[in-house]
């Protein structure tokens, strides 16, 4: 049991959520404080397919990504409640041998000409974090909407902050290696498809990705490193429509209904879990850095963060 009485965790998307949860049902009060609401965060736009996609340090990810695919597994047993299920799909050009130990770990995984087929967690966000939140209240604790300008503010009322602040993190620590990596997403109606597919170029910032999810095809997408802007960009859109009919040729004319833009909160170093003392004595946990793959390691990360709290 965790023997600190008070715990603020500083930042309300999955990764935020996700500790929270993890430390009050240690025992801990825990308070979230948000700038925004958890539908208004880069996590409420995420694709949310699990996958180690663009993070870093290497060798933590997988433990971290397998702890989280366990809870991820477990959840999928009430999708409408908890927004989890498991879809088929295929990763395009993936072969095992590119990938970590953790992938041996995949159950029912098998290569294919194509790529690999493998039946995996995808999560609707609004509903994920939305089942989020009411776990932390049924577990003692809140959700707060409160900007903070830096972690000393948190630790006046709190002898512990957890900072999972994601790209806030660039000015409240400050860490100038953190930094926005830009994912523009089409929505639009599914045409009949089931199953997820993806194929990446690390050396592009052009993806090609689509995911059924309850009442729409997520089509994506872009990872353009050092691109804060919010909008959706017309003449980007009609590239990642065009290259995920590429795929499926029904996607081309299926009604759009939105657009979304996400800015990824990267981090040159990697993840960056670990604790300090505050000018005032109290202790300061990070859990930030996570890049694109916020969702796939969140559990690990909130498990690890949790560690180093008390």
């Known amino acids: 049991m965790i023997v600190v009485t008070d715990v603020i965790v500083v930042g309300g998307g999955v990764i935020g959520l996700t500790t929270a949860v993890t430390l009050a049902e240690r025992g801990a009060r825990v308070r979230v404080w948000s700038r925004d609401p958890a539908g208004a965060t880069t996590s409420a736009v995420a694709g949310a397919l699990w996958w180690p996609y663009r993070i870093e340090p290497a060798e933590r990810v997988g433990a971290w990504s ?182 499926r040729p029904e996607i081309a004319g299926a009604r759009v209904l939105g657009h979304r833009v996400g800015l990824r909160p990267a981090r040159e170093a990697g993840v960056r879990i670990e604790a300090e003392r505050l000018r005032h004595g109290g202790r300061l946990v990070h859990n930030y850095g996570h890049g694109g793959a916020g969702v796939t390691v969140a559990w690990g990360c909130a498990r690890a963060a949790a560690a180093l709290v008390g």
């Open 66 to 247: 397998l702890a989280t695919l366990a809870v991820y597994e477990r959840l999928a047993a009430a999708p409408e409640e908890t927004g989890v299920r498991l879809v088929p799909g295929l990763h395009g050009g993936e072969r095992f041998a590119a990938l970590g130990a953790w992938a041996a770990e995949l159950r029912g995984a098998v290569e294919v000409p194509e790529g690999l087929r493998v039946t995996l967690p995808l999560l609707d966000m609004p509903v994920h974090l939305a089942w989020l939140e009411r776990r932390l209240t049924a577990a003692g604790g809140a959700v707060e909407r409160r900007a903070v300008a830096g972690f000393d503010e948190a630790a006046e009322v709190s002898p512990v902050v957890v900072n999972c602040t994601g790209l806030g993190a660039a000015g409240l620590v400050p860490d100038a290696g953190v930094r926005p990596v830009r994912g523009q997403l089409v929505l639009v109606e599914n045409p009949g498809i089931d199953e997820w597919f993806t194929r990446a170029d690390l050396g592009s910032a052009a993806t090609t990705y689509f995911f059924p999810q309850p009442g729409r095809l997520v089509l994506g997408g872009t990872a353009e490193a050092d691109d804060p802007r919010p909008e959706p960009d017309p003449g980007t859109a009609r590239e990642i429509v065009a290259r995920c009919a590429g795929v």
